[in-house]
Every structure is written in structure tokens, then in C-alpha cells.
């Protein structure tokens, strides 16, 4: 009638087999983590050798936009004052470099 606990005691375990302690040092199977490594390296090298072609296309695009099709305003500024100076219009002596170049050929 009476239903009574299960009670661990000294004699109850006696002739039961003991469970194996566990061992994180000899838990880890060797193979298949070896396999999952070697595996997971292919899966990465493959993916890294199609990828950077990829990652340069993309760069060259972004330079192309970027760098190399913005009108170089920097560069025509420098040259109109180049030129302005090579005309005449901002040097001292006010003469043209074709002024100044007959200028030393006749000396």
C-alpha cells in the first residue's frame, strides 16, 4: 500500500555497475574533430579563393567611381594659375613665357 522513495544507500549500489566518471581530456573524439577541421579549412580556403576576386572587382569599381571619373577640379584650378603666370597676367615682370624665352635667345 505504502509507496516508499528510492533511497540511495551503501547496500542498494553494491551490486550495481558504477557509471564512468566523466573526463573532459578523453571526452573529445578525435576523428570526426579532425575531419570537422579539415573540412571547415577546405570550406574556408575555397570560399577566401573565390571571394577575393570578388572583393578586388568591387575595390577597382569604387576606386573607378570615387577617384577616377570625379572631374579633377584641384588639378584645373593649379593650371589656370599656371597658365595666368605663363601668360603674364600674374607675374612681376608682366611678360609671356614667349616673351621672356626670345628675351634669352637674343642675349
Given at each position: 500500500m505504502g509507496h516508499t522513495p528510492h533511497t540511495h544507500s551503501a547496500h542498494a549500489s553494491k551490486g550495481a555497475a558504477r557509471p564512468e566518471p566523466i573526463d573532459p581530456e578523453r571526452d573529445i573524439d578525435a576523428?570526426?574533430?579532425a575531419l570537422w577541421f579539415?573540412?571547415?579549412?577546405?570550406?574556408?580556403f575555397v570560399s577566401f579563393y573565390f571571394l577575393m576576386p570578388l572583393f578586388d572587382r568591387v575595390l577597382t569599381q569604387e576606386r573607378n567611381r570615387k577617384v577616377d571619373?570625379?572631374?579633377?577640379?584641384?588639378?584645373?584650378?593649379?593650371?589656370?594659375?599656371?597658365q595666368a603666370f605663363l601668360r603674364?597676367?600674374?607675374?612681376?615682370?608682366?611678360?609671356?613665357?614667349?616673351q621672356v624665352m626670345k628675351e634669352m635667345v637674343a642675349k
Open positions: 576523428k570526426p574533430t579539415i573540412g571547415s579549412s577546405i570550406v574556408f571619373l570625379l572631374p579633377n577640379t584641384e588639378l584645373m584650378d593649379v593650371k589656370s594659375v599656371e603674364g597676367d600674374d607675374s612681376k615682370s608682366k611678360k609671356s613665357i614667349e
